[in-house]
């Protein structure tokens, strides 16, 4: 049986390691993409918007609908990737335990 002493230890390499990812995490930066790559937004691993890309040949002043929803569509698939990428980053640390979406904390 582990001593409490053990077990704080082994809490605190495990809190030191879920802040090394986090903070590597949040650099990354990912793409989502929609409209066959019309639109692109990029995202950073705290879900802050980076940079958006527009193909000039969806700018047309009369009809602004479909390229509002394909920034929306770009957003959430940039979203996604994210939310994927910080999943499989967290896998590393709890070596593969599930925490029942148990969600970072930024």
């Known amino acids: 049986m582990m001593n409490i002493?053990?077990?704080?230890?082994?809490?605190?390499?495990?809190?030191?390691?879920?802040?090394?990812?986090?903070?590597?995490l949040a650099e990354q930066e990912l793409t989502g993409t929609s409209g066959g790559g019309m639109v692109k937004i990029t995202l950073n691993g705290k879900f802050e918007m980076k940079k958006i890309e527009i193909d000039k040949s969806l700018l047309d002043e009369e009809?602004?609908?479909?390229?509002?929803?394909?920034?929306?569509?770009?957003?959430?698939?940039?979203?996604?990737?994210?939310?994927?990428?910080?999943?499989?980053?967290?896998?590393?640390?709890?070596?593969?335990?599930?925490?029942?979406g148990l969600k970072l904390p930024f």
């Not at 957003?75 to 910080?86: F, I």
């Open 63 to 100: 009809d602004t609908s479909i390229l509002e929803d394909m920034i929306v569509a770009a957003y959430n698939d940039a979203h996604g990737k994210v939310d994927a990428s910080m999943a499989e980053g967290m896998k590393d640390v709890t070596g593969g335990l599930n925490l029942g």
């Open 5 to 24: 002493q053990g077990l704080m230890k082994q809490a605190q390499m495990m809190q030191k390691k879920m802040e090394e990812a986090q903070a590597k």
